[in-house]
């Protein structure tokens, strides 16, 4: 049975959803709001524990209403929230997403207590690193606290998983030999790499630079195009399921959670295949963790 810690961020999602998103300058009127739990970290933790998953968590919430949901929404599947420290003074994050009848979205994010995450916190829960198989990590919380977190983890000797997302141009150098596998879509592999992304040979390429650094593997999700895996021995892409999107927001978050909860280290189709199983199913659904399906729901899933 796996073992997976998350150290990220957590949000309450306000989802506003639109016929399409303002151009700038323009007001227009939209058709209802939601508040939804969410941040990246959260919604990884939360569907890897939906998904039958041991997972713990390192972050930070407020004091406050959201902050409350928040970890109550994490202990409804079973995540361990010990290692997410109650902020004072700081709010629970916030994030503002404008979602479109495509499903199309855009996020804008309040950090709030997230930016509470330090090293000091995450040394303080060297257990649960100790305890991990696998830790991940996105870039929603500071990035030196993302490096100690994967500096410990791989002193730990467990798997460095870490999503670039939010992308950074100046994603630390010293952090690339220290991750196992990362999942990029191919906007954010472009910001990372400084790279283009528009063709299939300069996805590859940017994947390439990224092995080059001492990446393991790199998954790069490429929206209705699939997947394509790089590491030093493949390359290969995989299949997404068409359906109809209504709401794309976490569906990254949703993958990678369900990638590493069925991944045994070396079978990488079965797990991709599982993952974009359960994305397809979360596109479908409104809102961050709301969206996310359970282990039946995904076996179950048929394109019709
Ligand atoms: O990946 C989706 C998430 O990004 C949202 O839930 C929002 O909180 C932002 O962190």
Redesign the pocket.
Known sequence: MKNVLVVG?L?M?FDVYMERRPLPGETVMAKNLKLVP???GA?QAYALGKLGVKTAMVGAVGKDSFGQQMLENLHSVCVDTAGILVSETSETGK?F?EVEDNGQNS?S?IAGANYEVDGKLIRENRHLFEAADVVVMQL?IPLPAVIEAAQLARECGKMVVIDP?PAKADFPAELYPLIDITKPNETELSVLTGMPTDTEEQVIAAARSLTAKGVGAVLVTLGGNGTMLVTNERLQTFPAYKVKAVDT??A??CFLAAFLSAFDGENYADAIDFAARASAIAVTRPG?QTSIPNCEEIQAFRVS
């Open positions: 961020s949000n999602d969410g941040g990246k919604n994030a997403i996020i994010v929603e997302a927001t976490a990254g978050d961050a």
